[in-house]
């Protein structure tokens, strides 16, 4: 009897023991990386331009800026986050730079800026453009407004 027992305790410590040390002896699988795992925000071009600009109000407020200093820098990095965030957004270069994009009538602006016919529904995008600087046209213009070219 006293044998039984020695046994079936040799066998329950040997199951405790292995459910224990299995899952250490046994290599595991890597986590999956998921494919929508964000950057960090200082990573990102629209990060590290807000990032710069709390650090540079913080040196003015700490007294480490002049308000030139401030001024200019604070343009500078408000105009790379609005491009930043422009990018992100999808907008064109073309209406990043202040050029206005062209319009549909039908089915109203499009991506691309410099665009003659939609690419939704083929129609014209309006009036003539310049050849030369790709600027609008004013109807029966003989010369472009912008760069002074001919209209052909």
């Not at 990386?33 to 200082?42: A, F, G, I, K």
């Not at 690419?119 to 003539?128: D, I, K, P, Q, V």
Request: glycine share 12%; aromatic share 4%.
């Amino acid at each position: 009897m006293i044998y039984v027992e020695a046994l079936l305790a040799l066998l329950v410590g040997g199951a405790a023991l292995m459910l224990i040390l299995l899952p250490l002896l046994r290599p595991a699988a890597p986590a999956p990386v998921p494919e929508w795992d964000l950057p960090d925000l200082e990573e990102t071009r629209k990060g590290q331009a807000l990032i710069a600009l709390k650090e540079i109000e913080f040196d003015l407020a700490t007294g480490k800026l002049s308000d030139a200093d401030y001024t200019e820098l604070k343009r500078k990095f408000t105009s790379e986050a609005v491009a930043a965030l422009r990018e992100e957004k999808g907008e064109s270069a073309v209406a990043a730079k202040g050029i206005a994009a062209a319009a549909c009538p039908r089915c109203g602006p499009r991506p691309e800026g410099d665009a003659r016919f939609c690419s939704t529904c083929g129609g014209s995008l309006g009036g003539a453009v310049c050849a030369g600087c790709g600027g609008p046209l004013e109807p029966g213009a003989r010369f472009c407004a912008g760069c002074g070219r001919a209209a052909a």
